[in-house]
């Protein structure tokens, strides 16, 4: 599958915190919480997965990147993350709920 997304141009990106914004009952105030919560439990690169078409995850995302900024985060693009290769993904999912960048 790998092989098939790089050769159309895409690679495949795994998620270390997901804030369950798809879950229909999830308020923005719920995804942001899971989020932070979810960025700021573990040190180093976190990627966080968020949807486009559930409305609380564009409404959580002001307090989201206000919070981590507030905390030290550092938001960096996928290709600065060192851990990623162009043959490698990221398989480390956290269930719980929560996002990604790099917490310092």
Do not use: C
């Not at 995302?61 to 990221?90: C, K, M, Q, W, Y």
């Amino acid at each position: 599958m790998n092989q098939i997304l790089a050769h159309l141009g895409y690679r495949n990106v795994g998620w270390d915190v997901d804030g369950r914004d798809w879950e229909e009952s999830r308020s923005a105030k719920g995804v942001e919480e899971a989020l932070v919560a979810g960025v700021l439990a573990d040190h180093g690169p976190r990627i966080a997965l968020l949807h486009s078409w559930p409305d609380s995850a564009a409404r959580a995302l002001p307090g989201i990147v206000s919070r981590l900024l507030h905390a030290g985060t550092e938001f960096v693009t996928l290709n600065s993350l060192s851990t990623l290769t162009d043959e490698s993904t990221r398989s480390g999912v956290d269930p719980g709920g929560q996002l990604e960048s790099e917490s310092r």
